[in-house]
């Protein structure tokens, strides 16, 4: 299965291997902007939209969503993405945003770190390890991308772990699952892979 976001308000579970849609639903009050499964199944997933909503739906009860977490002042969000190895925590980054918000799916609409790695400019994209609980990576229109720990918590996070300065805008990046200690990135008409 995979699972589709739309800037008609919905999110749609497929199933590809009939190339049908299991069920579509309403997943916010604007456009539906990300969504992804929970790792380990498909029956939980999560998006995120212009309404500045993070919200979770299981598709075993599709009567009710759980809202995690909302923008103090409605502002969009942009991208999500669970963590691979615990999957209590979910982040997210706001449209326009310089900020990545970590939250722990057990205590919604309480941040557990709010990452400020990218001041000034936009927050484009964000992956977490595919072999650690504590790290992450984002990037974003200052062309850097930056690997956080964040064992530390519940202290606050204050500065990256590594920090890469890319030729021009980073607008995606993916962590390899099969290779851990690569991280790929597209920044202006270039992908680039980064040994961390």
Known sequence: MIVTSSIDTTATVWDVTTMVSKTQIIAHDKEAFDVEFKPGGNDIFATVGNDGSLRIFDLRDMQTSHIVYETPKAEPLLRLGWNKQDSHYVAAIQLNG??????????????????????????????????????????????????????????????????????????????????????????????QILRV
């Open 98 to 191: 310089s900020s990545t918000i970590i939250m722990d799916c057990r205590a919604p609409n309480v941040p557990v770190a709010i990452l400020d790695g990218h001041k000034g400019s936009c927050a484009n994209a964000l992956a977490w390890a595919p072999h650690s609980s504590c790290h992450i990576c984002t990037a974003g229109d200052d062309s850097r991308a930056i690997i956080w720990d964040l064992s530390p918590l519940p202290k606050k996070i204050e500065d990256p772990i590594l920090a890469y300065n890319a030729s021009a805008e980073i607008n995606q990046l993916m962590w390899s699952s099969t290779e851990p200690d690569w991280v790929a990135i597209a920044c202006g008409t270039k992908i």
